[in-house]
């Protein structure tokens, strides 16, 4: 299934109107009725490789967890009538949901030279407060808590995490902040040195292979995971290629 069909995203303007903390969930995992909405033509980078359909043709194999590409018909060298083979394929569907929680780190201090002195500022700790307040609302059992290594997603973890007691912490290079594909149309402001898009990009690829999939056949609940993070690596996850 597209990973993005049931994408919700919403840029949370709190504490102020600031729109620091993006808030965001995605649900991967069992099938839905009704197909694919149309898919806009996007070329990968070149890093990515080629191993992709054709522009504008979904990758029902997008997180290389499609049941029929892990069914091995040679492996037994015959050809599985209907019925065999759909049990194969229904003992590799997932059965469950993963909601996957994106959140932005909140307001920090941009101007500090070096990373461990980005703190979050008086108001991005407000905005880490209403975050966890607003998750702890929501009433559900979330599993895990997967963050970036960097002072303020660290600081942003923090916060959040006094609202969601008992809930477990993992910390992660891989969601670090970086520049994963070059911005088109092109920005003024932000231009990285080529090699730095080669570096981050294959980085940050991996956090979407390691962490966006869909749930794993033996998944027997549905799963809620938030993961705290950077502005370049969720818009990398929501628009990424197929």
């Not at 500022?121 to 975050?131: I, V």
Request: proline fraction near 6%; glycine fraction near 6%; charge should be neutral.
């Amino acid at each position: 299934m597209a990973f993005r069909q049931a994408l919700q995203l919403a840029a949370c303007g709190l504490a102020g109107g600031s729109a620091a903390v993006f808030f965001s969930a995605v649900a991967v995992g069992k099938p839905r009725a009704g197909g694919d909405a149309e898919l806009r033509v996007v070329e990968p980078p070149a890093w990515a490789g080629a191993a992709r359909p054709g522009p504008g043709v979904w990758d029902s194999n997008w997180d290389r967890r499609e049941p029929l590409s892990l069914v091995n018909l040679r492996k037994r060298n015959l050809e599985p009538g209907e019925e065999e083979l759909a049990s194969r394929l229904d003992h590799y569907k997932a059965k469950a949901t993963r909601h996957i929680f994106l959140i932005r780190h909140s307001q920090y201090h941009v101007d500090a030279s070096l990373e461990k002195d980005r703190t979050l500022t008086p108001l991005g700790r407000e905005q880490a407060e209403l975050t966890g307040l607003r998750l702890a609302s929501l009433g559900l059992k979330f599993n895990k808590i997967v963050h970036s290594s960097m002072t303020r997603a660290i600081e942003t973890t923090d916060i959040i995490s006094k609202h969601l007691p008992g809930v477990c912490r993992v910390s992660t290079d891989l969601l670090r902040e970086g520049a994963p594909i070059e911005p088109d149309p092109p920005v003024s402001h932000w231009k990285p040195e080529a090699v730095q898009y080669y570096e981050d990009g294959a980085r940050i690829e991996a956090a979407f292979r390691n962490y966006i999939h869909r749930a794993d056949a033996k998944q027997q609940e549905d799963s809620y995971e938030i993961f705290i993070c950077h502005a370049n690596v969720i818009r990398y996850i929501v628009c990424r290629p197929d």
